[in-house]
C-alpha cells in the first residue's frame, strides 16, 4: 500500500513539512484531504470513495487526478519507498 | 449535503531566497463576462472556440485615440488599416466613427468598396498593385501610394492611356534610429531615392503629389522614431514646396504603434511598456509644427494606426481539452485553440484567464493547441490554477491581426461575434465548414472513384 512517510506533517491549511530534507510545500483543499487521509491510514479505495463523496467529481475524472497527484507525491520523496 | 466544488489535487514546493522573475499568480477573478454577455452563454450559442469582439472598447480606443491627437494638432484623419482586421462589420464600425480605409491589396480594395467607401476615401498602399487595379483606383480618384519606381512607370503609362491624372503619394522609409530599418517599402530619404521619385512624378506633370506616407515599423515601444520620421517628412514637404511650389496636402505617418500585449521575453507587461496614444500623438504633432509650416497650410495628418487601435477589443474563448503531465514533470493543458487561429501567440504571452470560480491555487503550465504539430504552443509558461477537461478560458488582446493572418489548417476557423454597445451578440462571421473548403476544390474525372 503506498503511504505517506510518517514523520511528513501536514497542517490544517494545507501546508507541507518534510523535516529529513526541510523542504516545505503547499496543497490546494482537495490535496490537503487527501493527504490527511492517508495521513490517517486510509486505504487508495476508501480515499478515492471519500473524496468523492465530498467532492463534485467523476470517478474517471478523479482517477486521472489521484494517480498523477501520487506521481508529484513521490517525486517530492513525500512516500514511503515500499 | 451539497457537494464541494473539485479542483484537481496539486501540491506546490515553497521556494525561499530569490522571487520568481516571472512573478506568481496573475489571475485573481474569474473573466465570467464581456460586456455583461456572460462567457458560457457566447460558447453555448456559438461553439468553441470563439472570438468575440467588443464594439464597445473599438469606441473607448478611438476615442482615446482622436482625442490625443485632436488636441494637438488640427487636422487628424483616421484610416482603418484592412490588414488588421478586415472582417466587414469590424470595419464598418471604423468607417461609422469616421475612418477612411486603408488597404495594401486589390482584395482589401474590392472588400472596402463593397463596404461601401468612396473611392476617394481609400488609401491604396502596398507593393502589389496590378494594372488592373491600378486603373481601378485611378478611375475612383483613389490616393495610390507608389512604393517603387516599376510601379511609377505603370502608373505613368496608364495616366497617358487613359488620360486620368491620379492623386498620388510616395512611401518614404528611412532612418529614425530604430532597428530594423524598414527600407523594403517605398523610396529612401537619406540617400536621395526620395527626391528621385518626387522629381520624376513633378516633371512628368501627368499625376498630382499629394501626400507623403511613411511607416517606420511594428510595434514600436519609441514614440520618439515617430518625431524623426514627422521632421523629416515636414522638412521634404517644405523642400517640395520651395522648390516646385506645390504644396503637401497630407503627411500619413502609418501605423505601427504598439498595442498592450506582452511581446515574448519582455520583463513588464505590455501595460507598463508600450506607449500611449498621447505620447505619439506628441512626438508627431510637436515635430510637424515646429518644422515651419504657415498656420493655414499645416498638411492633413493621416494616421494608419490599425493594432493599438483594436487589439484589446478583440477576446478568443476557448475550452480546455485534456490536462497532461511532461517528461520532465511540468503539467501541460491542451487548449481547443492553437497557432492556427492565434498566430499572435508566436509574438506575445498572452493574458489567460480562466472564465469560473477557481481557488488560489495556481500552478505552472504550458499551453498547448489542438493541432497535430509540435510547434503548437500557445503559452510556453502561464501560472493558472488548475482547470479540468471542458473548463473555459478568456484569451485577451487578440483583435488584431488574428482574424486575418488565421490558418485552415487542420481544424477549421471559428465563428466571430461582435457584442454590440448595448450588449447584444451578432454573429459577423460563421463557423467554417467542410463545405467552405470543398467548393473551392475542383475533382479531375479519373480521380473520382477507388477500390480499397
Not at chain 2, 98 to 120: D, H, I, R, T
Not at chain 2, 265 to 286: H, K, Q, V
Not at chain 2, 378 to 405: F, I
Amino acid at each position: 500500500m503506498i503511504s505517506l512517510k510518517k514523520n511528513i506533517a501536514v497542517s490544517e491549511s494545507g501546508f507541507v513539512f518534510n523535516p529529513t530534507t526541510g523542504d516545505s510545500f503547499s496543497l490546494n483543499g482537495v490535496g490537503t484531504d487527501i493527504l490527511k487521509l492517508m495521513k490517517d491510514g486510509k486505504s487508495e479505495a476508501e480515499i478515492k470513495s471519500t473524496v468523492r463523496t465530498w467532492y463534485d467529481v467523476d470517478q474517471d475524472t478523479f482517477d486521472k487526478d489521484y494517480y498523477d497527484f501520487l506521481k508529484m507525491l513521490g517525486q517530492y520523496k513525500l512516500l514511503d519507498a515500499e | 449535503m451539497e457537494k464541494q466544488r473539485y479542483e484537481r489535487p496539486i501540491i506546490r514546493r515553497l521556494n525561499t531566497g530569490v522571487m520568481n522573475k516571472f512573478g506568481t499568480k496573475t489571475e485573481y477573478e474569474p473573466v465570467t463576462h464581456i460586456d455583461d454577455c456572460a462567457v458560457k452563454d457566447l460558447l453555448a450559442d456559438y461553439g468553441s472556440p470563439l472570438f468575440v469582439i467588443s464594439e464597445k472598447k473599438i469606441h473607448e480606443t478611438y476615442q482615446e485615440a482622436k482625442r490625443a491627437f485632436t488636441t494637438r494638432y488640427p487636422k487628424v484623419q483616421f484610416a482603418w488599416s484592412y490588414k488588421t482586421n478586415y472582417i466587414s462589420a469590424v470595419c464598418n464600425v471604423y468607417h461609422q466613427l469616421g475612418s477612411w480605409a486603408e488597404v495594401v491589396s486589390g482584395f482589401e480594395y474590392q472588400k472596402a468598396l463593397k463596404n461601401g467607401v468612396p473611392g476617394s476615401k481609400i488609401i491604396f498602399n502596398g507593393p502589389d498593385k496590378t494594372v488592373d487595379e491600378l486603373k481601378l483606383a485611378m478611375e475612383n480618384k483613389s490616393l495610390i501610394h507608389i512604393d517603387h519606381l516599376d510601379e511609377l512607370y505603370t502608373l505613368t503609362e496608364l495616366c497617358e492611356e487613359t488620360g486620368i491624372r491620379p492623386k498620388v503619394a510616395i512611401r518614404i522609409n528611412m532612418d529614425t534610429g530604430i532597428y530594423p530599418m524598414w527600407d523594403r517599402f517605398g523610396f529612401n530619404y537619406e540617400n536621395g531615392q526620395a527626391w528621385d521619385a518626387i522629381n520624376k512624378i513633378v516633371l512628368s506633370d501627368r499625376m498630382d503629389l499629394v501626400g507623403l506616407h511613411c511607416h517606420i515599423g511594428t510595434f514600436m515601444l519609441t514614440a520618439n522614431a515617430y518625431g524623426v520620421a514627422a521632421t523629416k517628412l515636414s522638412e521634404l514637404a517644405l523642400s517640395i514646396q520651395s522648390k516646385y511650389g506645390k504644396k503637401i496636402q497630407y503627411i500619413d505617418m502609418g501605423g505601427g504603434f504598439a498595442s498592450k500585449n506582452t511581446l515574448k521575453g519582455s520583463f513588464l507587461s505590455g501595460y507598463d511598456t508600450s506607449p500611449s496614444f498621447d505620447d505619439y500623438a506628441e512626438a508627431i504633432s510637436t515635430s510637424i509644427m515646429n518644422a515651419g509650416f504657415v498656420e493655414d497650410e499645416l498638411p492633413l495628418l493621416i494616421l494608419e494606426t490599425g493594432r493599438a487601435m483594436i487589439d484589446e477589443a478583440g477576446y478568443l474563448l476557448g475550452s480546455v481539452i485534456s490536462n497532461k503531465r511532461l517528461s520532465d514533470g511540468r503539467k501541460a493543458t491542451i487548449m481547443d485553440f492553437g497557432v492556427n487561429i492565434m498566430f499572435t501567440s508566436f509574438w506575445y504571452d498572452h493574458k489567460i484567464s480562466p472564465a469560473q470560480e477557481f481557488s488560489h491555487h495556481t500552478e505552472d503550465t504550458v499551453m498547448y493547441g489542438p493541432l497535430c504539430m509540435n510547434i503548437d504552443v500557445v503559452r510556453e509558461n502561464a501560472t493558472l490554477p488548475p482547470m479540468k477537461r471542458g473548463d473555459q478560458v478568456v484569451v485577451h488582446t487578440v483583435g488584431a491581426y488574428n482574424m486575418t493572418q488565421w490558418m485552415q489548417f487542420i481544424a477549421l476557423r471559428p465563428a466571430v461575434v461582435m457584442i454590440d454597445l448595448q450588449g447584444k451578440p451578432h454573429l459577423i462571421r460563421k463557423r467554417e465548414e467542410l463545405t467552405n473548403i470543398d467548393q473551392q476544390e475542383q475533382m479531375p474525372d479519373y480521380l473520382k472513384e477507388f477500390k480499397l
